[in-house]
């Protein structure tokens, strides 16, 4: 059995036929859908998503990536991203999961590497697709195992996920990691400003105060900020705020006053206006409608 088909088998063991489920392994979630989803705003924070069989596409502003099995997706910053299953079926469903990045790890393992970190003056976009390792593979199987062997986890689960980030950290794209850990690099100052932003995007936002945070002026933030999320701070607050307020929606049955207060809204017809905006139909209607279409699990998986 190949670990392809290991995972396949892990994840048919835990998850729903159809939903995402958070592992008793702590950074683990995995995910199955037996047919094509919705298209779905969340919100990742850094993980590695590895599709173990099927198809997924992530938009990201304007960018658009597709992967499959044998290649992996890893968002390095903080987004607000829309994906959605496009190929499953009932006797070949789609499986995916996904492991939360560590930046004390990365930051520890990137002092011991020799990694290729040329150009650290330049951002570069948070989320990239790139083709998987067998080392990595082996490694993020390990890591799931664990959930067949509560046990080990406490002893175990460290030090697979030091080797689960060094094999990232190995892959094509991971100079580009080793940026975001480099204390001063124009990357890391962003992701800075970016947990910034997702703790506090309820709040109003001023762009001065945040290149002031980021130690960059207005223009430098602007271009690093948009090289990097692929969009401008206040289109980046506003997909937080809205994608939030549909989470809370759809997850706690809250109305669109009580979703759009919560996060950061002080005019319901503001929120109304900009919510059909990007989803396409005002707030409660298209709540109404993803209920009517899909199991809430599948609305609302990572």
Excluded: W
Excluded at 201 to 222: G, I, Q, T, W, Y
């Amino acid at each position: 059995m190949d670990n392809y088909q290991r995972l396949s088998q892990l994840i048919d063991k835990y998850c729903d036929p159809d939903g995402a489920v958070r592992t008793t392994v702590e950074p683990v979630s995995i995910y199955r859908s037996p047919a094509p989803s919705l298209k779905v705003p969340t919100i990742y924070k850094p993980c590695l998503c590895l599709i173990v069989s099927g198809a997924k596409e992530v938009t990201l502003g304007q960018d658009v990536y597709r992967y499959a099995p044998g290649q992996l997706l890893v968002a390095s910053v903080d987004l607000p991203i829309v994906g959605h299953v496009i190929n499953a079926t009932k006797e070949a469903p789609y499986r995916s999961l996904s492991i939360d990045l560590d930046g004390q790890i990365l930051s520890d393992l990137v002092t011991h590497m020799d990694l290729d970190i040329a150009g650290d003056g330049d951002s570069c976009r948070g989320l990239f697709v790139e083709n998987t390792t067998q080392g990595l593979v082996d490694a993020v199987l390990r890591v799931v195992e664990l959930i067949d062997q509560p046990d080990e986890i406490p002893v175990m689960l460290p030090l697979l996920m030091r080797e689960v980030h060094y094999r990232l950290l190995r892959t094509g794209q991971g100079g580009l990691i080793a940026r975001l850990v480099m204390g001063g690099s124009n990357m890391q100052r962003i992701s800075a400003v970016l947990r910034l932003l997702k703790d506090n995007f309820d709040k109003p936002l001023r762009v001065e105060d945040l290149a002031r945070h980021a130690n960059m002026s207005p223009s430098s933030f602007h271009h690093h900020f948009k090289e990097v999320t692929a969009m401008t701070p206040l289109q980046y607050q506003k997909r937080l705020r809205l994608t939030t307020a549909r989470q809370i929606m759809l997850a706690e049955m809250k109305d669109a006053s009580t979703a759009a207060y919560q996060v950061g809204y002080e005019s319901t017809s503001q929120f109304s206006r900009e919510y059909a905006r990007m989803f396409g139909a005002p707030p409660m209607r298209d709540v109404a409608a993803i209920l009517g279409q899909a199991p809430l699990g599948a609305v609302i998986a990572p």
